[in-house]
């Protein structure tokens, strides 16, 4: 039977994922430039970008093996794990947010952030009590 809601919100996880990494690609060089030109150690926001990419990597990894096993109970706890690792790289990435800007923390931004893997949790837990 399988869980739509996992399929359905693993695809979007790649496509989001897809995009993420170009454009943590992208803020990686401009970092690299931004140092060179005000010769400023950029150590914080250069962790922060690799973490946001390995985050982006994970995420992809996971909508993969949710697409791939949308409909397999036996993989529904390696799904659950991806996606408590989702939410761990989304909350960390926050908190390096509220480290490295003075701006504040912007709970707005952790509930959009935490909406998708969440979402993926649920199908993951749907797919997970199939096999129950």
Request: proline residues 2%; charged residues 5%.
């Given at each position: 039977?399988?869980?739509?809601?996992?399929?359905?919100?693993?695809?979007?996880?790649?496509?989001?994922?897809?995009?993420?990494?170009?454009?943590?690609?992208?803020?990686?060089?401009?970092?690299?430039?931004?140092?060179?030109?005000?010769?400023?150690?950029?150590g914080m926001y250069t962790f922060a970008v690799i973490i946001g990419l390995v985050g982006c990597?994970?995420?992809?990894?996971?909508?993969?093996?949710?697409?791939?096993?949308?409909?397999?109970?036996?993989?529904?706890?390696?799904c659950v794990i991806c996606g408590i690792v989702c939410?761990?790289?989304?909350?960390?990435?926050?908190?390096?947010?509220?480290?490295?800007?003075?701006?504040?923390?912007?709970?707005?931004?952790?509930?959009?952030?935490?909406?998708?893997?969440?979402?993926?949790?649920?199908?993951?837990?749907?797919?997970?009590?199939?096999?129950?």
């Open positions: 039977m399988g869980s739509k809601l996992l399929k359905v919100i693993s695809i979007l996880m790649i496509v989001f994922a897809g995009i993420g990494i170009v454009m943590e690609i992208i803020l990686f060089s401009g970092l690299a430039v931004l140092a060179s030109v005000i010769g400023s150690n950029m990597v994970v995420e992809l990894v996971s909508g993969i093996l949710g697409v791939k096993n949308w409909n397999v109970p036996e993989k529904a706890q390696t939410v761990a790289f989304q909350v960390l990435s926050n908190i390096l947010v509220l480290v490295s800007y003075s701006q504040g923390f912007n709970v707005f931004s952790l509930l959009i952030g935490l909406v998708v893997p969440v979402l993926y949790l649920v199908g993951a837990f749907q797919l997970k009590n199939q096999n129950s």
